[in-house]
């Protein structure tokens, strides 16, 4: 059997084709994937999964619908990881260096081992953006961290019980309400959006077959 490689799904061995994805080789394998998936294109965050090859000692992060299944491979998917998110409204919090220590005190207590970085699906400087939290630097903090998908995975390395996804998200929600210029177009289109500008226009898009919306999103305006 050329091309199929052995991989452990939940500690029992299949021989999947090489080149499927770990999520492609699990409904090849026969589960039904009911958490732990969800756009399959890398942007949602929730097929996080760790895996290990047999023989060696490291143990990687990475998202399942990205990641090509390889020889011995052992996974374990995270459908779900307990992140720590703390309440808060932000209209009545500001941009200071202190709210974060109200907020999120374990950052400080961050022993730069770098294992969130090292554990991180997105490639993100994890560490660094942390690093920028700690220091009340949001808007680096949330330049830093915009391509995170919240999948959890360097949390679930370390040791000081940071949840680094959330720590970005306040410092991007800081950053939008308080410190990045207001965006006027942004707030036009906003406005005429609650005023029903587009209502006939998505109840026609939504009436279309998938291939075409495809082809309008795909060549669509962008605007500079
Ligand atoms: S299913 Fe959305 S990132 Fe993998």
């Not at 090509?68 to 720590?84: R, S």
């Amino acid at each position: 059997m050329e091309n199929m490689v052995n991989v452990y799904l939940f500690g029992k061995r299949y021989q999947v084709p090489a080149g499927l994805t770990i999520m492609t080789a699990m409904e090849y394998a026969g589960y039904e994937l009911v958490r732990g998936c969800g756009c399959r294109n890398g942007f949602c965050g929730a097929c996080a999964t760790i895996y290990r090859i047999k023989g060696e000692s490291a143990l990687h992060g990475c998202l399942a619908c990205q990641t090509e299944v390889q020889e011995g491979m052992y996974v374990a998917t995270l459908p779900f990881f307990p992140l720590e998110k703390r309440v808060y409204d932000i209209e009545q919090i500001k941009p200071t260096e202190q709210i974060m220590m109200q907020l999120y005190p374990e950052i400080y207590s961050c022993i730069g081992c770098n294992a969130c970085t090292k554990a991180c699906t997105q490639e993100l400087n994890v560490m660094q953006y942390i690093a920028y939290a700690q220091r009340g630097e949001y808007e680096k903090c949330a330049e830093e961290s915009f391509d995170c998908v919240m999948c959890g995975v360097c949390s679930s390395r370390c040791p000081a019980g940071i949840s680094h996804p959330q720590v970005a998200m306040l410092a991007r929600r800081l950053n939008g309400k308080y410190i990045a210029p207001e965006c006027g177009h942004l707030s036009d289109r906003v406005k005429e959006i609650d005023e029903g500008a587009f209502n006939e226009l998505i109840e026609s898009l939504m009436q279309k077959p998938v291939e075409e919306m495809k082809e309008l999103y795909n060549n669509r305006d962008i605007e500079q």
